[in-house]
């Protein structure tokens, strides 16, 4: 208290002037566009980078380990119940708890972000590989193995590329569903678009809750766009039959 | 272990307010979803038209974050049970709306014809013929739809209250044994739920219509699979 | 085919294994190196930090803490810290517990909710001082160092509209007890079980007749406008209370405290860091933080939306520390 006394002997700190802010973001009103564009660049940019970094780690690694299993599987079928029940269990826990139990065994921060995340992916990616990889026609398989494919060349010339809408169709799910759950993740840490919304729970900040749902919502619908569009470019024999995804 | 036992013997009765309050929200979301999907879905189906819109209804709802459409709401029209039920209605219809449509559409042709050769009205044909056989998977859908909603409810303790969500959301109250705690009461009560809408399932179903493999985890594939092709 | 599947897959992997070295290498959620961005040669009493480990500072969940943070951490990086800032943790309780696991080295603490909450300690004390005094005594025996307070405090109030508190002639705390049956009181779920809280109010002025609504930490000013609350717990720096709408009671029997704010950071990492030359910043920017000066850039993050680190710059470089 006695540095205190000194600096207050001088007439205490100088305390600069901050400034009046955008008077729409002031009376907190519904959407500040222009408060918005102001702040995109330092508050609400990042936040879509992070999203989309932990998005892809997530289902990049979860397809990793989803399409082993599933190869593993496809060969050995008896696994399937057994990791198709364990996988399924992650739909049944909470994210918002998910992540914070996780918490206690890896800290804050990316690690424990990223477990969580894949954790939900395994499920969607497993059995779409699988079905995918099932619904190969017998005869194809037949044809295939007459004409002296081995079976490392029927997997990989045959029953994975036409598994492939369905395999795409898992990802394109997963996708989706990553970006929703890595919403939640700002719960422990603010990284994400998650981050705004749980900082606007604190303080009421409309417009946070607003662009960040908008731009999480957006970025949801065009990681799907550009999945069902890399499924038409690379599975062009498959006419949508009915627009079916 | 001993502190989560504690846990639960110590907070019994709130645990059991909020897990009846969790339940209600999740009624309530189910409810409205069924409302919306169910009948559109069979009657769809039944027209064999409609694919495409019922469909990408379903992908562009699934695509909807929940937590977005929460803060949307929160930005709106503030604290209110509309802001959970809306993200849970959201999360429930692709499901029940694409299984629903996918299993009505795709009955077995020839019973149809069949049915009609006996001469079935339109009417009869869906409530006699279609829907008797389309109810594993429909009930798929649901029994995806209810999981997903209960593991969703937590989030109402951001918009407006009620529910388990009280208390994970709440671990410097609670700390983390009682998330732990509340969690697992989430986890038992989907699996409940599922095996509750299981029995009723298996009551509706025709006997000699067995159950695919897909459908036998707690997160029926049905809402995947119709998605491949 | 077969290649164009090939292709995929090994692109697939490809932005995994990209994505993935990508995020490893930001693992923090705000990370930094540190500053002395001038490029001369420093001499290590200019640029104390340089050398030394990179600190991991936390924050607490609000306002107050998150500008303490950037104050914090722009201060030691303009002398050479680098500065690891994990934003918004939680509520008091995991904070510290962020802190004795080694998740972070240290954060600010308010003097009153350390010996409060952080130990348990069940007394109302006469002074700052006293407080303090006994904050750092535990600390200290618990591996910890404290910097020196800052001459604002902080202190949990209840707070009603001023139309409320006229109606029902609400001056101090104890003025609660008129309002039977009940009243409804608005607050941070945390508060519910604290002695610098709603158990304390019982405890201490013998207010057993108020209904706990639970509120999200921010949701207090808006439960009060719309009437959702009659009474709610707020901080006594919030900007909101500059507006005059809101009144707030007495506290005679000083229930919550005196909350001076202390840096408290682990002993072991404030040894490395180089000890009193480390303290030392964070004390210069202590000096600074009166009551007027908090209330000031709580302002502006909290009615002006500005940014804390925008704010924290403003203020460390109008005060030469930057």
Not at chain 2, 36 to 56: E, T
Request: hydrophobic letters at 50%; aromatic letters at 8%.
């Amino acid at each position: 208290m006695i540095a205190a006394a000194a600096v207050l002997a001088q007439g205490g700190p100088v305390i600069p002037n901050f400034g009046r802010g955008d008077e729409c973001a002031r009376s907190n009103g519904k959407f500040c566009l222009h408060w918005f564009l102001d702040n995109f660049d330092n508050r609400f940019l990042p936040r879509v980078v992070e999203h989309i970094e932990m998005t892809l780690i997530a289902v990049s690694i979860g397809f990793v380990i989803a399409f082993s299993a599933a190869l593993l599987v496809h060969r050995w079928p008896r696994g399937e119940l057994w990791f198709a029940n364990l996988a399924s269990i992650f739909y049944t826990i909470p994210s918002i708890a998910y992540f914070q139990i996780m918490v206690a065994v890896t800290g804050i921060g990316w690690t424990t972000i990223e477990i969580a995340l894949i954790s939900y992916t395994l499920l969607i990616l497993f059995r779409n590989t699988l079905t995918g990889l099932h619904g190969v026609p017998p005869e194809t398989l037949d044809a295939a193995e007459g004409m002296g494919l081995t079976r490392r060349q029927m997997l990989t010339r045959v029953e994975l590329p036409l598994a492939m809408p369905a395999i795409i169709a898992g990802v394109r799910v997963a996708t989706v569903t990553t970006i929703s759950l890595a919403t939640v993740a700002a719960f422990i840490t603010p990284l994400g678009l998650g981050a705004p919304i749980f900082s606007a729970i604190q303080t009421g900040a409309n417009t946070d809750f607003i662009a960040a749902g908008v731009l999480a919502i957006l970025l949801a619908l065009i990681a799907d766009l550009v999945i069902v569009v890399a499924q038409r470019l690379l599975s062009p024999w498959q006419r949508a039959r009915g627009g079916a995804t | 272990m001993s502190d989560l036992l504690n846990f639960y013997v110590d907070n019994a009765s709130l645990l059991l307010e909020k897990s009846v309050a969790t339940l209600s929200i999740a009624a309530l979301g189910l409810a409205i979803a069924l409302l919306l999907a169910l009948p559109s879905g069979v009657w769809l189906g039944h027209r064999h038209a409609g694919s495409f819109l019922s469909i990408n209804i379903s992908n562009a709802f699934r695509a909807l974050p929940s937590l977005a459409l929460i803060a949307i709401g929160l930005g709106l029209i503030g604290l209110s049970l509309i802001n959970i039920e809306l993200a849970l209605v959201a999360l429930a219809v692709p499901p029940i709306l694409t299984n629903s449509y996918t299993a009505v559409d795709g009955v077995d042709p020839d019973a149809v014809d069949a049915a009609r050769g006996m001469g079935m009205r339109d009417r009869q044909v869906l409530t006699k013929v279609e829907l008797p056989l389309s109810w594993p998977l429909i009930f798929a859908g649901i029994r995806t739809a209810s999981v997903y909603i209960i593991a969703t409810t937590p989030l109402a303790a951001l918009a407006g209250g009620g529910g388990l969500g009280d208390i994970i959301v709440n671990q410097p109250t609670y700390h983390l044994v009682g998330v732990i705690a509340a969690t697992i009461v989430v986890v038992v009560l989907a699996f409940a739920v599922d095996g509750l809408l299981g029995l009723v399932q298996r009551a509706v179903t025709p006997r000699g219509l067995a159950l695919p493999k897909e459908l036998q985890t707690i997160v029926p594939a049905a809402d995947t699979a119709t998605t491949a092709a | 085919m077969s290649t164009r599947f090939m292709r995929l897959l090994i692109l697939l992997l490809a932005v995994g294994v990209l994505a993935a070295a990508v995020g490893c290498g930001g693992d923090d959620s705000s990370s930094s190196s540190g500053g002395g961005g001038g490029g001369s040669s420093s001499s290590s009493s200019d640029q104390p930090g340089k050398g030394k480990p990179a600190v991991t500072i936390g924050t607490k969940d609000f306002t107050e803490e998150f500008i303490l943070g950037e104050l914090y951490k722009q201060a030691l990086q303009a002398k050479g810290y680098s500065v690891n800032l994990k934003k918004n943790i939680g509520a008091t309780e995991i904070t510290d517990k962020a802190m004795t696991s080694g998740a972070i080295d240290g954060y600010p603490e308010y003097s009153g909710e350390s010996t409060a909450t952080v130990f348990g300690i069940d007394k109302i004390y006469d002074s700052p001082e006293a407080t303090v005094a006994d904050a750092k005594k535990h600390y200290e025996a618990r591996g910890q160092v404290v910097s020196n307070p800052t001459p604002f405090e902080d202190v949990d109030a209840i707070a009603a509209t001023k139309a409320f508190a006229e109606k029902n002639g609400l001056a101090s705390m104890e003025d609660l007890k008129k309002l039977t049956p009940s009243f409804t009181l608005g607050a941070r779920p945390e508060f519910k079980n604290r002695q610098v809280g709603l158990k304390g109010m019982k405890d201490v002025y013998g207010i057993d007749n108020a209904k706990f609504k639970q509120l999200a930490l921010g949701l207090q000013y808006k439960a009060l406008d719309k009437g959702d609350v009659d009474t709610a717990n707020i901080f006594s720096t919030d900007a909101q209370l500059a507006s005059g709408k809101y009144t707030v009671l007495k506290d005679p029997k000083g229930v919550f405290g005196f909350q001076n704010v202390l840096f408290v950071i682990n002993k072991p990492k404030y040894d490395a860091l180089g000890g009193t030359a480390f303290m030392d910043v964070i004390n210069k920017v202590n000096t600074l933080l009166t009551a007027e000066a908090m209330r000031s850039m709580n302002s502006a993050v909290d009615i002006d939306k500005k940014d804390p680190a925008e704010v924290a710059k403003s203020f460390l470089d109008a005060n030469k520390l930057t």
